[in-house]
């Protein structure tokens, strides 16, 4: 999974180096932010909190997050070159579906837009190295889905057309 990163900007690694000096900053100035008070008693002072004790913690995960923006702007990046191309020839498509309120006929079970539907499903999958688009129309037309090589997102868009009155997105 780690393979083959590599970083647009390394230089940026040198930042790394302030993390330690500001451990030790931290170390210093830690014994200069105990307050000291003086009272005869301490006996109404009972220490149980524990937010006192995730002070350091929550120091550390200061630092991991600077090491982490560090990284960050270092730029990891992968590199994956395919030794073969792909090429495929096909064709646009533009399937011209009509929603208005005639596709409800009964002569095609159940109606004439469901069965639509399930033909143009057969032949969008059928057809891999094509693009294809989909416009609807009932009265005026609007664009569902351009032209696209992504099979899925034409087959929802087909599943999702209503018949009769729409509202253009």
Do not use: C
């Not at 100035?29 to 009972?46: D, N, Q």
């Not at 350091?56 to 990891?76: E, K, Q």
């Not at 533009?94 to 596709?103: E, K, L, R, Y």
């Amino acid at each position: 999974m780690l393979d083959n990163i590599e970083f647009a900007n390394p230089q940026l690694f040198w930042l790394l180096l302030l993390l330690p000096m500001a451990l030790i900053w931290h170390v210093f100035k830690r014994k200069e932010e105990t307050a000291s008070l003086k009272i005869p008693s301490v006996a109404g002072f009972t220490a149980n909190d524990f937010l006192p004790k995730l002070k350091p913690v929550l120091f550390v995960f200061r630092l991991l997050a600077l090491t982490a923006i560090i990284v960050a702007m270092a730029r990891p990046q992968t590199e994956d070159i395919s030794t073969r191309t792909k090429t495929t020839k096909g064709i646009d498509i533009v399937m011209a579906i009509d929603v208005s309120s005639s596709m409800l006929a009964r002569d095609l079970k159940p109606n004439r837009l469901s069965a639509l539907k399930e033909v143009a499903a057969d032949f969008i999958r059928q057809r891999p190295n094509d693009r294809i688009g989909l416009v609807a129309y009932a009265g005026e037309s609007y664009t569902k889905t351009p032209i696209t090589s992504d099979k899925s997102i034409v087959l929802n868009a087909l599943k999702e057309i209503p018949y009769g009155q729409f509202n253009s997105v």
